[in-house]
């Protein structure tokens, strides 16, 4: 539980690898105002309370395990101000993980790449892969509360979403 800093990029795609020999979760995310403000995630069938500290660039996040009944009385499974999504796992170069994420529900064409770093000096020296496209990481309406609440960012270009037909 121990909270730690989160240095991570995301990005939007300018097109998608394929993605059926990758491992994948399938996550769903419920965001509360508070105070406090905190998360429930389900991931596969476990299931997290998350409390981000700080600055929403780089939070300090403190996530516990929840038994489903938790969750369920907590309403994680109202789609209220949630987000659904499946995660690939594609390994990338100098061992980092992209964590590629394909929006579902209200979020439908959405696509976005996350890569998670030890340190702020890994985070700045990071290089992105040629499929990687706009860089949303300090875009607001791009972090996972606000898609929850307000849906697909209006800066968002059509070229930048792709559809269930566009997935291989």
């Given at each position: ?20 020999n ?48 938790l969750?369920?009385?907590?309403g ?13 796992y594609?390994p ?57 609440k ?13 559809y ?5």
């Amino acid at each position: 539980m121990k909270g730690e800093i989160e240095w991570e990029r995301k990005f939007l795609l300018k097109s998608i690898p394929e993605l059926k020999n990758f491992k994948k979760d399938e996550i769903t995310q419920r965001y509360y105002s508070g105070p406090p403000k905190f998360r429930l995630r389900s991931i596969n069938d476990e299931i997290f309370i998350a409390n981000k500290k700080s600055n929403d660039i780089h939070p300090i996040e403190e996530e516990i395990n929840i038994s489903k009944e938790l969750f369920y009385f907590l309403g994680g499974d109202f789609e209220e101000n949630s987000v659904s999504k499946t995660r690939y796992y594609i390994p990338l170069e100098d061992e980092y993980m992209a964590e590629l994420d394909v929006y579902k529900k209200n979020l439908l064409g959405l696509v976005t790449v996350e890569v998670e770093f030890e340190t702020e000096e890994e985070m700045n020296r990071f290089i992105p892969p040629s499929w990687f496209g706009r860089e949303v990481t300090y875009v607001k309406e791009f972090k996972n509360r606000s898609l929850a609440k307000k849906g697909i960012p209006k800066s968002i270009d059509s070229s930048e979403l792709f559809y269930p037909i566009d997935l291989k």
